[in-house]
């Protein structure tokens, strides 16, 4: 693989006060798509590229992207979480977007050198880790209404501390009941760049209103939960641990899977099914609403304590985190922190 070193490397950025995705490591991946095929990934100095201003993904958003992280411990060791999987989701969102799936084994070699590379831009204190942005653009400039012939992938990396600024203090979601995310048969579960233009207006308005995120219903009737848009939902009612099924217009988090699946294991009751947000306010109305959290990759588990329903604020678990949610939390980021034993198979080993 050819590797271009930069002359010029950045100072890194004071580790304590990440922020998400504010800051970029010194190189980054390339590989361009032309003729038919993918030509060899490269490793670059990270800087602005040239393209033109008629490229396709600037007027018809053909792009899709990823989000991963690597972690480091004391040691200088460095691993990924579950990163085949993102490979594999990016490829099916390829696919639902007209755009060429590429060898996932050839990307992930190239990525592990760029990480070993990257190696002191790799935080290693509880709760930070290297962000990993994979993204593929259209890149033909053509104004004509069909797939590109023209691709560019890359990937970049940025050290990233929690996704909010309250860190693991539950926040408050207003459910949306005009504007939907997706529908079934659109784009929801594909990882694409349009997804989440339309989704910004729901955040806008929960933010107007004094809360942090909006809870996006289904497109038909307006009554099902979907996700939050960066995150997947799960309710706990009951002691049982619910989700929407993944029908088509929601993400399939591998965060969420990782949930379904710890849960599983650890002996916890959980549903993969519609659940309509009269059922969950209802549980609230009973007593029964015992907590709720989303879950993904940047903010790995986040607690909710507000849910905002019909003008009607409820309140869960006094607007703290809840045993279960905890719970998941401690596990998941243990394992990706390697304090807990890799019992699912999900950490590989990159130096
Ligand atoms: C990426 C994403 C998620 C979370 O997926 P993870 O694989 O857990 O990071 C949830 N919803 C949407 C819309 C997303 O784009």
């Known amino acids: 693989m050819k590797i271009t070193l930069t002359k010029q490397p950045k100072q890194k950025p004071d580790f304590s006060k990440l922020g998400f995705g504010k800051y970029f490591t010194d190189h980054m991946l390339v590989m361009d798509y032309k003729d038919g095929a993918w030509g060899e990934p490269e490793i670059v100095p990270f800087e602005p590229f040239e393209m033109s201003p008629a490229s396709n993904v600037l007027h018809y958003a053909q792009g899709i992207f990823e989000g991963a992280k690597a972690y480091k411990n004391e040691k200088g060791e460095i691993t990924v979480f579950r990163i085949d999987d993102n490979f594999i989701r990016m490829n099916n969102s390829a696919t639902r977007l007209c ?203 986040s607690p909710v304590g507000t849910i905002g329903y019909h003008g009607e604020d409820m309140l869960i678990n006094n607007g703290e985190m809840g045993p279960i949610t905890k719970f998941l939390y401690d596990k998941i980021t243990g394992i990706q922190n390697r304090v807990e034993p890799d019992e699912f198979n999900w950490v590989t080993k990159v130096n």
């Open 99 to 301: 755009m060429p799936t590429f060898d996932a084994k050839v990307v992930k070699d190239a990525l592990f050198e760029l990480l070993k590379i990257e190696k002191d831009w790799i935080p290693t204190a509880k709760g930070t880790a290297l962000y990993i942005r994979p993204t593929m653009i259209a890149n033909q400039p053509v104004l004509g209404v069909h797939a590109s012939h023209v691709y560019k992938f890359f990937i970049i990396l940025s050290p990233v501390g929690s996704y909010y600024a309250n860190g693991l203090e539950p926040t408050k979601i207003l459910v949306e009941e005009k504007y939907v995310r997706a529908a079934i048969g659109g784009t929801g579960e594909a990882k694409c760049m349009g997804n989440y233009a339309c989704s910004l207006i729901g955040g806008e308005i929960a933010n107007q209103k004094g809360y942090d995120q909006c809870l996006w219903l289904d497109a038909a009737e307006h009554k099902y939960v979907e996700e939050v848009g960066s995150m997947n939902m799960f309710f706990v009612i009951d002691g049982v641990v619910i989700t929407p099924a993944l029908v088509g217009s929601i993400l399939p988090g591998i965060t969420r899977n990782s949930c379904i699946q710890v849960l599983k294991k650890y002996g916890y009751k959980v549903e993969e099914r519609r659940i309509s947000m009269d059922e969950v306010y209802d549980a609230y109305k009973s007593g029964k609403l015992n907590e709720s959290f989303g879950s993904g990759t940047a903010a790995v588990i």
